[in-house]
């Protein structure tokens, strides 16, 4: 079973690949939903979240609220770093543990998805890596289109993620999107048909 690592910041493009992946059979690990499941399910870890950050990042229902939790822990590298060291563990348990039970099932192929994939040090479990990057302004543009966050919390998560040139140099692959979807797609279906031929060599 190929094991593949898809990374990048915001507005990279990552999930667009991943699911790029996904449509052509491999089975897809969303770190991101992974991680919200965990602090929502995974009493221990709600409960460090708490003891680190106190109960202004909770909702009116005493369940953690991720608008109040991200607009806390990235205000600063030293609590994005702080949340980073309680949930990285357990994203990474159930990574591992969703790599095996593919593996037992014979998936042809395992996508990781995760922005952090890098800093979690998820790599050190797959076979190859892959980084999507794009121009700053671009990536802001795409970002705010989805009508989540504002100009100011993006550009604040970009400064605390590592940049393009970072992750490039620890990429296996790297992709350039700054142009169509069918750009990214003609380039993605390039590495997908040289991993399955690397895969059968």
Do not use: C
């Amino acid at each position: 079973m190929l094991r593949i690592g898809i990374t990048g910041g915001l507005g990279s493009g990552k999930s667009t690949a991943a699911r790029f992946f996904g449509d052509r059979g491999a089975l897809i690990f969303d770190a991101d939903v992974e991680a919200k499941l965990i602090l929502q399910r995974h009493v221990p870890t709600r409960q460090a979240v708490i003891e680190a950050f106190g109960e202004a990042v909770l909702n009116e229902a005493g369940e953690i609220d991720f608008g109040r939790l991200a607009a806390y822990a990235f205000a600063t590298p030293e609590r994005q770093q702080q949340l980073n060291d309680i949930i990285h563990h357990e994203v990474i348990w159930v990574a591992k543990r969703e790599l095996a039970t593919a593996d037992r099932k014979g998936a042809a192929m395992f996508i990781v998805d995760a922005p952090l994939l890098f800093e979690a040090h998820l790599e050190h479990y797959l076979d190859h890596t892959l980084v999507l990057v794009a121009d700053e302004e671009l990536r802001v543009k795409r970002t705010m289109a989805r009508g989540i966050l504002t100009e100011e919390d993006i550009r604040n998560r970009m400064r605390l993620q590592l940049s393009d040139e970072e992750r490039a140099a620890r990429a296996d692959f790297v992709i350039q999107n700054n142009g169509t979807l069918e750009e990214l797609h003609e380039q993605l279906q390039q590495i997908y048909d040289a991993l399955g031929r690397s895969h059968q060599s």
